[in-house]
């Protein structure tokens, strides 16, 4: 957990400068308030949970500066993201950042060491969020879901049991993200689920993840 907390206390500092310079927002007047416009536009510790939740999955085009909001908004978003079961949902946030442009922010490497050190705790024991969510939101940002994988290969457990029997439903035509963003072939996505071995595959999807690997 130390590690997890240590990567969103590194986005709250390197978002910190940002988020303190004046910033001026305009939005649907629809759905949102003079007030909440108000509240958005100031310091983001001060944005009610209600308005942060409703403002990370939103719409682009409801507001006048997307990418600038959520830059300023990130630092919480991806804290109630990691740390509340309740949070956005990943799927929905990874597509608002590719739409805000994340990977060209200067802010990108502490965006990166909390993907990784949140999927490490993932993995490594229980939590709120499952990892096929976690997936939703990091796949997206990182283009393939390989390297994710590997790593939750190297710590089996029943989550990645039943994981893999749906995927095996789909013959690992598998996409991520809320619009399908990224994925991998199912022939690359059968080489890592290799790795898990025939114990822990049992010989019927062994074989499955055999077949689609060589195909």
């Not at 682009?60 to 990691?82: C, E, I, K, M, T």
């Not at 879901?145 to 749906?166: F, G, K, N, Q």
């Not at 072939?185 to 019927?204: S, T």
């Amino acid at each position: 957990m130390t590690e997890l907390l240590d990567a969103l206390a590194r986005v709250d500092a390197v978002f910190a400068p940002y988020a303190a310079r004046p910033f001026a927002l305009d939005g649907c007047g629809y759905c949102y308030t003079a007030a909440d416009l108000a509240l958005l536009a100031g310091p983001p510790a001060l944005v009610p949970d209600r308005l942060l939740h409703e403002a990370a999955t939103e719409v682009p085009d409801h507001w006048s500066d997307f990418p600038g909001l959520y830059r300023r908004l990130l630092p919480r978003v991806l804290r109630r993201v990691a740390l509340d079961g309740a949070g956005p949902d990943p799927a929905t946030v990874a597509s608002r950042l590719l739409a805000a442009g994340w990977d060209g922010w200067p802010e990108r490497p502490a965006v990166e060491r909390f993907l990784r050190a949140w999927w490490e705790r993932l993995v490594e024991r229980p939590s709120e969020r499952r990892p096929t969510e976690a997936l939703e939101l990091l796949v997206p940002l990182t283009g393939s879901p390989v390297p994710w994988l590997e790593r939750w290969t190297a710590h089996p457990d029943e989550r990645l049991s039943r994981t893999v029997d749906r995927w095996l439903e789909r013959r690992l035509e598998v996409r991520f993200g809320l619009h399908d963003e990224a994925g991998a072939a199912p022939a690359e996505l059968a080489q890592v689920l290799l790795a898990l071995g025939p114990d822990f595959l049992g010989a019927h999807r062994l074989q499955e993840v055999e077949r689609i690997a060589w195909s």
